[in-house]
C-alpha cells in the first residue's frame, strides 16, 4: 500500500520561509516523478512544482519561480519544497502527490496523495 506524508507546514509572516518535506512509501521511490500542489479555501486545487525521479527536470508554476525550490532524496524516500520570500496569498493546504512516468503539472496525472499540509502566511 502506498502511503505519501506531508510534513512541516506552519504559521509564518510575510517574508519568511518554510521547507516542506513528503516521505513516500510502499512504491520504488526512485522509480517516480513527484508533485506540490495547494488548495486555498474556497479554490481549486493547482499545481505548484514537480520533478522527475533522477531530480534533474523540475517544473514550476509561474507564481513560485525564484522563491520556491523542490528537491528529493531518494535514499529517504522523500521530497522537500523549499519556500522562501512567503506571501499571504501563499496560504493554502499543500499536498504532495507522485505518479509514474515524469514531472506533471496536471492533478489527473498523479495516483497517489498525501493528506495535506497546512501554511499559513500572515501580513
Known amino acids: 500500500q502506498v502511503q505519501v506524508v506531508e510534513s512541516g507546514g506552519g504559521l509564518v509572516q510575510a517574508g519568511g520561509s518554510l521547507s516542506l518535506s513528503c516521505a513516500a512509501s510502499?512504491?520504488?521511490?526512485?522509480?517516480?516523478?513527484m508533485g506540490w500542489f495547494r488548495q486555498a479555501p474556497g479554490k481549486d486545487r493547482e499545481f505548484v512544482a514537480a520533478i522527475s525521479w533522477r531530480g534533474d527536470v523540475t517544473l514550476y508554476e509561474d507564481f513560485v519561480k525564484g522563491r520556491f525550490t523542490i528537491s528529493r532524496d531518494n535514499a529517504k524516500n522523500t521530497v522537500y519544497l523549499q519556500m522562501n520570500s512567503l506571501k499571504p496569498e501563499d496560504t493554502a493546504v499543500y499536498y504532495c502527490?507522485?505518479?509514474?512516468?515524469?514531472?506533471?503539472?496536471?492533478?489527473?496525472?498523479?495516483?497517489?496523495w498525501g493528506q495535506g499540509t497546512q501554511v499559513t502566511v500572515s501580513s
Open positions: 510502499g512504491r520504488t521511490f526512485s522509480s517516480y516523478a
Open positions: 502527490a507522485t505518479r509514474t512516468g515524469g514531472p506533471s503539472a496536471r492533478i489527473s496525472d498523479y495516483d497517489y
